[in-house]
């Protein structure tokens, strides 16, 4: 059973940075790709950014510059380092297993940023 758990959201001031972590079990994080998504309230859910089995990584043009997604496959762990967070980053962060069969997510984690 593939489990994905997400943490490290919180509140933080406009410009000021934060790491969320998704640790998965029953699954390896190197040999599927992963990716972060975020919902604001009142919006959809939106893919923040990605990286493949080979390590491509690719972001969404709002968070590029700021945001780098990355993993390690000994924790079996991704992670999404956020940097020069704005308020419009407020939102819940979701992890995601893009699986061959299906896809699977994480419970969320709140990221506030005030301005």
């Known amino acids: 059973q593939v489990q994905l758990v997400e943490s490290g959201g919180g509140l933080v001031q406009a410009g000021g940075s934060l790491r969320l972590s998704c640790a998965a079990s029953?699954?390896?994080?190197?040999?599927?790709?992963m990716g972060w998504y975020r919902q604001a309230p009142g919006k959809q859910r939106e893919l923040v950014a990605s990286?493949?089995?080979?390590?491509?990584?690719s972001y969404a043009g709002a968070v590029k510059g700021r945001f780098t997604i990355s993993r390690d496959n000994a924790k079996n762990t991704v992670y999404l380092q956020m940097n020069s967070l704005k308020p419009e980053d407020t939102a819940v962060y979701y992890c995601?297993?893009?699986?061959?069969?299906?896809?699977?997510w994480g419970q969320g984690t709140q990221v506030t940023v005030s301005s």
């Open positions: 029953g699954s390896s994080v190197s040999i599927n790709a």
């Open positions: 990286i493949s089995s080979g390590g491509t990584r």
């Open positions: 995601k297993q893009f699986g061959r069969v299906n896809d699977y």
